[in-house]
């Protein structure tokens, strides 16, 4: 018997239509796919302001984890794909308001693209519970 996996859907249908599953827990260990800014239907919000789609981003991202009684303090690997780094840099601080013990290992990458050509941003995580 292998070990349980708890799958979860943010958006089940934008999900199923792109082929992907938010988040999965297996063990203690919660992997989060990269979030993006979009509405409920999958279309894409606050385009050309990468500061709203970085909040939106986050608040999706705070709703997962929350669904495995996770906070940002659960984060060990944070992920960053963006499609302009100097806009994300110079606002990038807002990330000190949810990481309030310590910050994540991780990566942040200057892309040509996303999914959608109005993403600016996608944040993927990896927690332990």
Same mark, same amino acid.
């Given at each position: 018997m292998g070990v349980q996996r708890d799958y979860f859907q943010l958006r089940p249908e934008v999900?199923? #239509?792109?082929?992907y599953t938010h988040a999965i827990k297996i063990g203690d260990e919660i992997k989060?796919?990269?979030?993006?800014?979009?509405?409920?239907?999958? #279309?894409?919000? #606050?385009?050309g302001d990468i500061e709203q789609?970085?909040? /939106?981003?986050y608040a999706d991202l705070k709703k997962v984890l929350a669904h495995y009684g996770c906070s940002f303090d659960n984060v060990i690997?944070? /992920?960053v794909f963006t499609t302009d780094m100097a806009a994300f840099l110079a606002v990038s601080s807002y990330?000190?308001?949810?990481y309030t013990k310590h910050f994540p290992t991780g990566s942040w990458l200057e892309v040509k693209g996303l999914a959608l050509p109005e993403f600016m941003l996608e944040?993927?995580?990896e927690a332990r519970i």
């Open positions: 999900e199923k #239509a792109y082929g989060i796919s990269g979030a993006v800014s979009m509405d409920d239907h999958g #279309a894409p919000t #606050a385009v789609q970085m909040k /939106n981003v690997v944070e /992920n990330r000190g308001e949810l944040i993927e995580l």
